[in-house]
């Protein structure tokens, strides 16, 4: 496995292992707004499997997770208003939208709750943001794909859900690699939601109008379900960037065997959640040096090293890694500049 790490953010972060405050008795929120698709299903399995033994030694009182019932940024803000009500004493968010829900978070700091969004952060300033460069992801596509097709041509785009931080910064990213490489050109745009089979669909919709496709960026989730668009509409298939999922994956190494297909995978690590947790944790234990946007790794595979990973991941699952509060410690510490 090969992780990016872009961790210069994180030189304050957990400066020491020492606690200040008892956090044994405090209660925290996780407020989700999707958990449609496999990236989603993962996230909240490493929340759960981290947070649960957090709750069992006693480091928190309670770590709640909250799934809207929709994807809608109003549901969402009701649902940390009451959160607010409810007493929590600090809420981890995967936000609905980097900057509509930014009233419900002011509201919740000015209660004294702290804040802690991650994937889908939010612009408020007294939140904290653990974030990963998804613009540089997304830039990233394009010079990969560069390698594998190096005379250029049309790419079809697979963005992600709509109207949230990490769909418009991968979107930016991958702008920013087509203008570096003039050599390709998006002929097309299609919604996958991040998830395979909403990318089929979508894919299998415009492909009919689209001319020969070299490529496809996306923002992961989508990469199989654009494989079987392309077989079933009989179109030649292009090199897909892959997003880590199990499918996605598997799909990879049966046209590797086959006859050497070659592509690149990445997405943040659904575990991220469990980092942000320990974040609200080391808060309400009362550091004061931890800055408000922490920058942390995305996964990556090559060629050379996707196939080790495979057989990690469950079926229909997304390779990730939970994060203790020592593994976070060692690895800010290291990076302390």
């Known amino acids: 496995m090969k992780k990016l790490f872009v961790l210069g953010a994180l030189a304050a972060m957990f400066a020491s292992g020492t606690a200040l405050a008892d ?23 490493s929340y759960g499997i981290v947070t649960k033994k957090a709750v069992a030694d006693k480091v928190v009182g309670a770590a709640d997770i909250f799934t809207t019932a929709d994807k809608e940024v109003p549901t969402q803000a009701a649902q940390v208003q009451n959160l607010i009500l409810q007493g929590y004493d600090a809420i981890v968010i995967n936000a609905a939208s980097p900057d509509a829900l930014n009233g419900a978070i002011k509201q919740a700091c000015d209660a004294g709750i702290v804040v802690v969004s991650f994937d889908g952060t939010v612009t408020e300033p007294c939140a904290y943001r653990v974030v990963v460069d998804f613009k540089d992801m997304g830039k990233q596509e ?10 250029g041509g049309n790419l079809l785009e697979i963005r992600g859900l709509a109207g949230t931080s990490i769909d418009d910064a991968i979107h930016a990213g ?5 203008a570096a490489h003039p050599e390709f050109k998006i002929v097309g745009s299609v919604t996958g939601d991040w998830d395979q089979t909403t990318a089929q669909k979508a894919v299998a919709t415009i492909l009919p109008s689209l001319p020969d496709i070299v490529g496809v960026v996306d923002q992961g ?20 960037i892959m997003g880590n999922r199990q499918d996605e994956l598997q799909w990879w190494k049966e046209q590797k065997d086959k006859d050497g297909y070659q592509t690149w995978s990445a997405s943040i690590a659904p575990g991220v959640s469990s980092l942000a947790f320990w974040v609200a944790q080391q808060v309400l234990d009362g550091r004061t040096d931890i800055p408000h946007d922490l920058l942390v790794p ?37 990076n302390i500049k």
């Open 174 to 178: 991958i702008l920013e690699g087509v």
């Open 23 to 45: 956090t044994s008795g405090k209660k925290i929120a996780f407020s989700n707004n999707y958990a449609g698709n496999s990236w989603r299903q993962a996230m909240l399995d």
């Open 142 to 151: 394009v010079e990969q794909m560069a390698k594998f097709q190096p005379k």
């Open 298 to 334: 995305y996964l990556a595979f090559t060629q050379d090293d996707f196939e080790a990973e495979l057989p990690k991941i469950p079926k229909g699952g997304v390779a990730s890694h939970e994060y203790t509060q020592e593994d976070a410690i060692a690895a800010i510490k290291a």
């Open 221 to 240: 989730g989508d990469g199989y379900g654009a494989a079987q668009a392309f077989a079933a509409a009989g179109k030649p298939r292009p090199t897909i």
